[in-house]
């Protein structure tokens, strides 16, 4: 018996497409998840789906600009169009450094978009259906920027410490 059995959800992972996020699709897939993973430009999503669908796993693959919440919501249409959603991934984020007397509006609201306000929409857009099937199960990656600011990301830390 595994402890760590997935068979038969289906997980949706933001910034998939390297890094962490297909780290986490991979230890996902191994337990047995279906997945639908995102990334602003899906095809850079292609070489991990081909990894990914190596353990059995049916990948979809999404593109999802998270700044955007009508991306959001149309990368949810798109993912619950061919099946339930059991496991949300927050992963994707931004981690610009600029220093912050030099920083602009629109450099500190990018990152808020992206690496927070995003967090809130896709819980959002979610939430119902795992409501609705009793079972569901979100988690937000945050970081050691969340409690120790680093010089150059201010807006990366309020992020971060916004998901914490």
């Not at 693959?61 to 949300?88: F, M, Y």
Request: net charge negative; proline share 2%; charged share 20%.
């Amino acid at each position: 018996m595994s402890l760590f059995d997935l068979s038969g959800r289906r997980a949706l992972v933001s910034g998939a497409s390297r890094g962490l996020g297909l780290q986490m699709a991979g230890a996902l897939a191994r337990a047995g998840a279906d997945l639908v993973i995102t990334a602003r430009d899906v095809t850079s999503l292609q070489e991990p789906r081909r990894q990914l669908e190596s353990y059995g796993n049916t990948v979809e693959c999404v593109a999802l600009d998270l700044q955007h919440e009508e991306s959001i919501q149309a990368a949810v249409e798109t993912a619950t169009a061919t099946g339930h959603l059991d496991i949300l991934v927050n992963n994707a984020a931004i981690r610009p450094s600029k220093p912050f007397l030099e920083m602009e509006d629109h450099d500190w609201h990018r990152v808020l978009d992206i690496d927070l306000n995003s967090a809130f929409y896709t819980c959002r857009a979610f939430a119902g259906g795992m409501i609705e099937k009793g079972w569901g199960s979100k988690i937000n990656i945050t970081g050691m920027t969340a409690i120790h600011g680093y010089k150059g990301r201010a807006p990366v830390s309020a992020a971060k410490h916004g998901l914490w």
